[in-house]
């Protein structure tokens, strides 16, 4: 089984700065990507930042480029979202995803976390 669990998000003033986690359990897990996403109400769900398995590079979407930062622990088991100066139109649920290919193949999302901006 594959399960991806989140903690961190709340309520923060801008420019302030939050850190999401997602601790990814499972067993002789691989993967093509893993990478955090966010979703607004009533709007699509947005890809901020992704490792790729293929190529190794981690990619950032340009509005959170210079204030986001992908990482992962040694193990590769939880991956991190560091965000700062935090801005209103960040407000959203954050999710992390996994792209798992064996043994469970599948797309698997945590569970969601509110991350609020505003003073």
């Known amino acids: 089984q594959v399960q991806l669990v989140q903690s961190g998000g709340g309520l923060v003033q801008p420019g302030g700065s939050l850190r999401l986690s997602c601790a990814i359990s499972?067993?002789?897990?691989?993967?093509?990507?893993i990478g955090w996403f966010r979703q607004a109400p009533g709007k699509e769900r947005d890809g901020l930042s992704c490792?790729?398995?293929?190529?190794?590079?981690?990619n950032y979407v340009h509005f959170v480029r210079g204030r986001f930062t992908m990482t992962r622990s040694n193990d590769g088991r939880t991956i991190y979202l560091q965000m700062n100066n935090l801005k209103p139109e960040d407000s959203a649920v954050y999710y992390c995803?996994?792209?798992?290919?064996?043994?469970?193949?599948?797309?698997?999302w945590g569970q969601g976390t509110q991350v609020t901006v505003s003073s």
């Open positions: 499972g067993s002789n897990l691989d993967w093509h990507s």
């Open positions: 995803n996994a792209k798992i290919l064996v043994p469970y193949y599948g797309n698997y």
């Open positions: 490792i790729s398995l293929n190529d190794g590079a981690t």
